[in-house]
């Protein structure tokens, strides 16, 4: 009966290593997906606002400086 104790995985120090083995997938589960929704949020292309286009359309010559100032007073008030 002493024979059998030392060579049981769940008696002794045995339930400490399938502890750590189970402590490391949970924390490599975690890290992943804490990774994947980082790469997820700053791989996207940042999108432009209401008046990042206004200022563009402006400087490209497309509209005039008094539907510039027209239409920067209409998205500022919203």
């Known amino acids: 009966m002493v024979a059998s104790y030392w060579n049981d995985w769940y008696s ?3 339930w400490f290593l399938w502890f750590g083995i189970v402590f490391l997938m949970f924390m ?11 790469h997820q949020k700053y791989d ?3 999108r432009k606002g ?7 359309r402006y400087a490209s010559g497309e509209i005039t400086k008094d539907q510039y ?9 919203k």
């Open 50 to 56: 209401a008046l990042d286009i206004l200022d563009e």
């Open 28 to 38: 490599n589960l975690g890290n992943w997906r804490y990774s994947y929704r980082a």
């Open 69 to 77: 100032t027209q239409m920067k007073s209409d998205i500022s008030q």
């Open 12 to 14: 002794g120090w045995g």
């Open 44 to 46: 996207q292309y940042p």
